[in-house]
Antibody, heavy 123, light 108 residues
Framework: EVQLVQSGPEVKKVGTTVKISCRVS????????IYWVRQVPGKGLEWMGL????????DYAQKFQGRITITADTSIDTAYMELTSLKSDDTAVFYC????????????????WGQGTRVTVST | DIQMTQSPSSLSASVGNRVTITCRAS??????LNWYQQKPGAAPRLLIY???SLQSGVPSRFSGSGFGSDFTLTISGLQPEDFATYYC??????????FGQGTRLDIE
């Protein structure tokens, strides 16, 4: 069974940094991109960035450029998302997601989601 | 970035009804459109990928259609467990993937 298990909830102060882990099991970690998606309370889904664990290639949404770092440790099948300079409106649930592709270079879908990590940022 | 617009933003329906949710892309995305269901307090769940392919384990009452810029998600014979929020998402221009704003489906 494919599983993505994320680290627990965090409470942070404005201006600090949070690092969330995502441990995967049940599939070849290096064979699939991992995406990170944010959901502000009561709002929709927002793509933050991705990593290809095979070669550590990353890409980030422009909105988070300069504040986000996504890494992967293939020795323990775990991805990480670090967000710095936290603001109160970063209060959200963050998801890691296993991505499946159709091989065409265009078709992909968010096949399996982690349970989410709630981050609360306070002043 | 490609903008995704869902309609309606919310709707009410009864168990047994058939409902349709629409998703429009700001440009052609061919069939690179996916649908997700999210229940309160839970992670989203993939329902439909590539516009019309049913994800394994998803009931057959869910179906998707469309190509280009207009897509629909249809639920035939609503069940109590189907009341949730639904999101479309494009992967044609990726990155970044983009989501619709969501459609909340409530019990009438």
């Amino acid at each position: 069974e494919v599983q993505l298990v994320q680290s627990g909830p965090e409470v942070k102060k404005v201006g600090t940094t949070v690092k969330i882990s995502c441990r995967v099991s049940g599939y070849n970690f290096m064979g699939h991109y991992i995406y990170w998606v944010r959901q502000v309370p009561g709002k929709g889904l927002e793509w933050m960035g991705l990593i290809d664990p095979e070669d550590d290639e990353t890409d980030y949404a422009q909105k988070f450029q300069g504040r986000i770092t996504i890494t992967a440790d293939t020795s323990i099948d775990t991805a990480y998302m670090e967000l710095t300079s936290l603001k109160s409106d970063d209060t959200a649930v963050f998801y890691c997601v296993k991505v499946q592709t159709d091989g065409s270079g265009r078709g992909s879908w968010l096949e399996t989601w982690g349970q989410g990590t709630r981050v609360t940022v306070s002043t | 970035d490609i903008q995704m617009t869902q309609s309606p933003s919310s709707l009410s329906a009864s168990v047994g009804n058939r409902v349709t949710i629409t998703c429009r892309a700001s440009q052609s995305i061919k069939n690179h459109l996916n649908w997700y269901q999210q229940k309160p307090g839970a992670a989203p769940r993939l329902l439909i990928y590539a516009a019309s392919s049913l994800q394994s384990g998803v009931p057959s009452r869910f179906s998707g259609s469309g190509f280009g810029s207009d897509f629909t998600l249809t639920i035939s014979g609503l069940q109590p467990e189907d009341f949730a929020t639904y999101y479309c998402q494009q992967s044609y221009l990726n990155p970044p993937i983009t989501f619709g704003q969501g459609t909340r489906l409530d019990i009438e």
